[in-house]
């Protein structure tokens, strides 16, 4: 009987190189299983692969040493526990995202809940090549977002309420790019300076600094046989809806102007800089 590998690879059967063997990714969205996952995980790679699993540099979980002839009862178990088949090939893989504000001290975003929302709207889209989603909470960057096709940091954008301060000199202390000076009672903040970390906003004892949640988002980045830096070049992305006309319109770029096997960065380069920039600044703009 032939054997369809383009069809098993795009539901997450990877082939392995040992005959007859695959390794099944499992779609595990900003990195979070619940309990049940986990056990579910654990019983199927027990049964049906050699009894441990592979965790990726992507979050995801990789069941290796799946015969074929289990995979439908692989696809039915898993199921049971809430756990579904991955991606592989030219598409949206599965969203990247650290625990961000909710958990996190230095968060700014909710990371959690836009992959969420970016893996509702674009999980397994087909492209040109392969598309990766990171999301990072702040400027701490554990996602690494430059190195995703789009890469979502977390930002805060901060201002100083003088009546509040009492110019004690703990967020010029706080803010490593010395945006912030105190003399006396007269605080200087150098906007151009600041890269929207938000740590003078949560490092302040009387709320001198407020901040309204934002978003950077980086378009382009590679970290394979090439490495790229992805491009910031938006201005801050204040609310989720601006948010996810930029996305839409990068997506909706590459799905037009890409060439099969052509990563997005390539596309970009190809097609333009100038005009890419142009559409993503319309989208901006609404």
Not at 120 to 138: D, I, M, N, S, W
Not at 232 to 240: H, R, V
Request: aromatic share 10%; glycine share 10%; proline share 2%.
């Amino acid at each position: 009987m032939a054997v369809d590998y383009a069809s098993l690879k795009k539901g997450g059967f990877m082939r392995q190189k040992q005959k007859g063997m695959f390794s099944l990714r499992l779609q595990v969205v900003g990195g979070n299983l619940t309990a049940e996952n986990i056990k579910k995980i654990y019983e199927v790679a027990e049964k049906y692969g050699k009894g441990y699993v592979h965790l990726t540099s992507r979050q995801s979980v990789e069941i290796p040493f799946i015969r074929f002839e289990d995979i439908e009862e692989v696809k039915e178990e898993l199921a049971k526990g809430g756990c579904k088949p991955g991606v592989c090939g030219p598409r949206v893989r599965t969203v990247t995202a650290c625990q961000g504000n909710t958990l996190c001290p230095s968060g700014n975003i909710d990371s959690y809940k836009i992959a969420q929302e970016l893996d509702q709207r674009y999980y397994a889209r087909e492209l040109p090549h392969k598309f990766k989603f990171g999301v990072t909470g702040c400027q701490n960057n554990c996602l690494k977002a430059e190195e995703n096709d789009l890469g979502i940091k977390g930002a805060l954008d901060v201002h100083w309420e003088e009546e509040k301060c009492i110019f004690c000199g703990v967020c010029e202390k706080a803010c490593r790019e010395n945006a912030i000076t105190i003399d006396g009672n007269t605080l200087t903040f150098d906007a151009n300076r600041c890269t929207y970390c938000g740590r003078c906003e949560k490092s302040c004892p009387t709320g001198a600094w407020e901040g309204e949640n934002a978003y950077i988002v980086s378009f382009g980045g590679l970290f394979g046989n090439t490495i790229n830096k992805g491009a910031s070049f938006l201005p801050l992305i204040k609310d989720e809806e601006q948010l996810y006309r930029v996305t839409d319109a990068a997506i909706q770029f590459f799905d037009e102007k890409g060439k099969s096997g052509e990563r997005f960065k390539f596309t970009i380069d190809r097609v333009g800089e100038d005009k890419f920039k142009k559409e993503m600044e319309e989208a901006y703009h609404g």
